[in-house]
């Protein structure tokens, strides 16, 4: 049997793989899961949801030191790093406002920072990335751009970030998370077929189950429910 290509990622500066790699996501202790509340049993950190995403893809941290100072006009940029990386000029730009402004979230500037972090990726050709924020993890500073990475395209492993520090000068210590790399098959791209209509007499039978079970217990979140509610949703829809 022939063995699967890996995911592979790689460093054009040496010494980043080992001071700074890339990381699973499963690794990263998240600043939700910090807070004195987490182990209480409806906290968000239990949320299978929200676990499962923490836990999946991969982490990609800033390879080193660097500042982002900007005066608040929300259009300038400067920035200063002890290092240039693997560039000549600066691994920092900065995607202007007439790129960038339609697309930004409220609260940040009007331009996208864009770190290149020296890292490149490739993977097997049925796999793609979502690139994301690492979310869940108090990060207020900025907010990595949301979108697919086809590395069979693009390589280049760059965090394109929004920018909510308005005026200031902010410090981003190396190895502070800048996105998350979750990978997804190539084919989940195509069209899909769907229907939307209104429950079915099964359908109904099936919420009925769930809430069911769900009131039967003290403490509708506890282990014990929800792994009845998952044979329940895989006796109705399961195949």
């Known amino acids: 049997m022939l063995r699967r290509k890996p995911i592979r990622f790689w460093s054009t500066l040496p010494g980043v ?3 700074h790699p890339i990381y699973p996501a499963a690794n990263l202790t998240r600043e939700m899961s910090k807070c004195p509340f987490a182990k209480l049993q409806r906290h968000a950190a239990k949320c299978p949801a929200l676990k499962q995403w923490g836990s999946t893809g991969f982490i990609v941290p800033a390879p080193c030191d660097f500042k982002i100072i900007t005066n608040g006009d929300g259009v300038t940029v400067d920035w200063q790093a002890p290092t ?9 730009g900065v ?10 979230p409220p609260h940040s500037m009007d331009v996208v920072i864009k770190i290149g972090t020296t890292w490149r990726s490739s993977t097997p050709r049925d796999l793609i990335f979502i690139q994301s924020p690492v979310l869940y993890n108090g990060e207020k500073r900025f907010t990595a751009a949301t979108g697919l990475l086809d590395p069979m395209r693009v390589p280049q492993l760059n965090a394109q970030l929004y920018w909510h520090v308005m005026e ?14 979750t ?8 069209k899909w077929e769907y229907i939307v209509e209104d429950a079915t007499p099964e359908d109904l039978s099936f919420e009925n189950a769930i809430n069911y079970n769900m009131s039967s217990k003290f403490e509708p979140s506890t282990p014990q429910v929800l792994k009845n509610n998952q044979k329940i949703i895989e006796n109705r829809y399961g195949n």
């Open 84 to 92: 240039l990386l693997d560039t000549d000029a600066g691994f920092i």
């Open 183 to 190: 990978p997804i098959l190539r084919k989940s791209l195509r």
């Open 17 to 19: 793989k080992d001071v």
């Open 168 to 181: 200031g000068e902010t410090l981003i210590e190396a190895g502070t998370p800048l996105m998350q790399l």
């Open 95 to 104: 995607h202007d406002d007439k790129q960038a402004k339609a697309s930004a």
